[in-house]
């Protein structure tokens, strides 16, 4: 079946500490996307990528890095410098960036801090 | 302002009620608009579809557009328990915004 997967389901974070999000497509789509979503908030936009080897800061992007090495996969590092970093995180994709394409997400990372 | 507004809810109906979720906006050139379904600690899962103004049924659902009102629904026909989820709009003129989503509760 193809899809995103998005690992770990829960993830803790020491302070001080980075921590790295995975998300893995089988879709053989161009575009992926990072979602932070908080209650009441609504989803928000961390990084997106294009294409491999180019992204582009989203809404929210500091205290973020991201990757894209390889199509399949858009990791997201949490770094020490984002101090409420609480929230569930999405991964999401589409074939290509272009206005109107509904994206497909994965089902999230949770992390908390310790 | 913020560019879509959803009402958070929760929205509580009996099993089998129409249920009739909304968003409003703000900006005219949003041309796509979305409704995703999301159940608790998943992913939203797309539901409606739909271009420009007008209606889109499939099912119990049906999806209406607005645009000289700015303003979209969703109907949800002979609710059931499984339907309890929060409901997201999401538009597009280029980059997706969002809806902060409604809460739905179907009771038994």
């Known amino acids: 079946d193809g899809g995103i997967t998005q690992s770990p389901k829960y993830l803790f974070r020491k302070e001080g500490q980075n921590v790295t999000l995975s998300c893995e497509q089988n879709?053989?789509?161009?575009?992926m996307y990072w979602y932070r979503q908080d209650p009441g908030q609504g989803l928000r936009l961390i990084y997106y990528?294009?294409?491999?080897?180019?992204?582009q800061k989203g809404d929210i992007a500091e205290g973020y890095s991201v990757s894209r090495e390889k199509k399949e996969s858009f990791p997201l590092t949490v770094t020490s410098a984002q101090k409420n970093p609480t929230a569930f995180y999405l991964c999401?994709?589409?074939?290509?960036?272009?206005?109107?394409?509904?994206?497909?997400f994965g089902d999230g990372t949770r992390l908390s801090i310790l | 302002q913020k560019e879509v507004e959803q009402d958070p809810g929760p929205l509580s109906v009996p099993e089998g009620a129409i249920v009739s979720l909304n968003c409003t906006y703000s900006n005219s050139a949003f041309q796509y608009f979305m409704w995703y379904r999301q159940y608790s600690r998943k992913g939203p899962e797309l539901l409606m579809y739909?271009?420009?103004?007008g209606n889109k049924e499939d099912g119990r659902f049906t999806a209406q557009v607005d645009k000289s009102s700015k303003y979209i629904s969703l109907f949800i026909r002979d609710s059931q328990p499984s339907d309890s989820a929060t409901y997201l709009c999401a538009m597009s003129a280029g980059k997706l915004i969002f809806g902060s989503g409604t809460r739905l509760l179907v009771r038994p």
């Open positions: 879709l053989n789509h161009d575009a």
């Open positions: 739909t271009y420009s103004s």
């Open positions: 999401a994709s589409t074939p290509q960036e272009a206005a109107g394409q509904p994206q497909h």
């Open positions: 990528s294009q294409i491999v080897n180019d992204f």
